[in-house]
């Protein structure tokens, strides 16, 4: 059974870091690609950063480009996001979720609908 645990949400102020954890178990890094989705109150939830399982590919919405990072650590079972220059638009409920493919989707891997292993998200808040 495929379980992702997030963790290191928490309470920062507008332009400071936090970074994100996933924890994998009952899967193998080696055929998920692994995306972090957020949810804003009242929004949709949309993905910001994939990282295939094949080459490490990384994609990333164009808004946090240059702010967000993506990586992964195979023999850990364990893939994060490093949020810095945080702003109030970020604030939101992250979700990291597994594709049963080893790539990321270019074209759609914001898409919630690519993927299909959900863990229960972390909160993160943005203060000015």
């Known amino acids: 059974q495929v379980r992702l645990v997030e963790s290191g949400g928490g309470s920062v102020q507008a332009g400071g870091s936090l970074r994100l954890s996933c924890a994998a178990s009952?899967?193998?890094?080696?055929?998920?690609?692994i995306g972090w989705l957020r949810q804003a109150p009242g929004k949709k939830r949309e993905g910001v950063a994939c990282?295939?399982?094949?080459?490490?590919?990384?994609y990333y919405i164009d808004s946090v480009k240059g702010r967000f990072t993506i990586s992964r650590d195979k023999t850990k079972k364990m893939v994060y996001l490093q949020m810095n220059s945080l702003n109030i638009e970020d604030a939101a409920e992250y979700y990291c979720?597994?594709?049963?493919?080893?790539?990321?989707?270019?074209?759609?891997?914001?898409?919630?609908?690519?993927?299909?292993?959900w863990g229960q998200g972390t909160q993160v808040t943005v203060s000015s």
């Open positions: 009952g899967v193998t890094l080696d055929y998920y690609a």
């Open positions: 979720a597994a594709t049963i493919d080893t790539d990321c989707p270019p074209a759609t891997f914001h898409n919630e609908d690519e993927y299909d292993y």
């Open positions: 990282i295939s399982s094949s080459d490490g590919s990384t």
